[in-house]
């Protein structure tokens, strides 16, 4: 049950359908960014999704996913290939700058749905990328 939660939470990201991943996670998910603070409940992961479809494009390749034997647990690895959009706070700006990243997620699941996410991926990276472009 896990493995699919995961995958179906990842063929939503996908298809930029915000709604399909909201139905993945629990109304108390606890959502750690990656450089940022714990956002907790699905408001505040609706917002962030929101953002991020704004500033950019991604879709994510090469995904593999594991998971603990009972359940609770689970991570992926992935490639994020992206498209920054519009120039995010904090942010070099954006002007269409393409990027190719390594990343991961860590799941908790309780009851077959997400309840906690937290997303890695190496910022110092994206900026050599985005910078360079």
Same mark, same amino acid.
């Given at each position: 049950?896990? @493995?699919?939660?995961?995958?179906?939470?990842?063929?939503?990201?996908?298809?930029?359908?915000?709604?399909?991943?909201?139905?993945?996670?629990?109304?108390?998910?606890?959502?750690?960014?990656?450089?940022? +603070?714990? @956002?907790?409940? +699905?408001?505040?992961? %609706?917002?962030?999704?929101?953002?991020?479809?704004?500033? #950019?494009?991604? @879709?994510?390749?090469?995904?593999?996913?594991?998971?603990?034997?009972? =359940?609770?647990? !689970?991570? !992926?690895?992935?490639?994020?290939? =992206?498209?920054?959009?519009?120039?995010?706070? =904090?942010?070099?700006?954006? +002007?269409?700058?393409?990027?190719?990243?390594?990343?991961?997620?860590?799941?908790?699941? %309780?009851? =077959?749905?997400?309840? %906690?996410?937290?997303?890695? #991926?190496?910022?110092?990276?994206?900026? %050599?990328?985005?910078?360079?472009?």
């Amino acid at each position: 049950m896990a @493995r699919q939660t995961i995958e179906r939470y990842f063929a939503a990201f996908n298809a930029g359908d915000i709604e399909a991943m909201l139905a993945e996670l629990t109304e108390d998910v606890a959502h750690h960014v990656n450089e940022g +603070k714990v @956002r907790h409940g +699905k408001d505040l992961f %609706r917002d962030f999704c929101a953002h991020m479809n704004r500033c #950019y494009r991604e @879709r994510l390749t090469d995904m593999v996913i594991f998971t603990a034997p009972d =359940g609770t647990r !689970a991570a !992926a690895e992935f490639t994020v290939n =992206g498209t920054y959009l519009e120039t995010d706070d =904090g942010l070099p700006d954006a +002007k269409g700058q393409t990027y190719v990243l390594p990343a991961g997620s860590f799941f908790t699941l %309780r009851d =077959g749905k997400i309840c %906690r996410v937290t997303t890695y #991926y190496n910022l110092a990276d994206w900026l %050599r990328q985005v910078s360079c472009a």
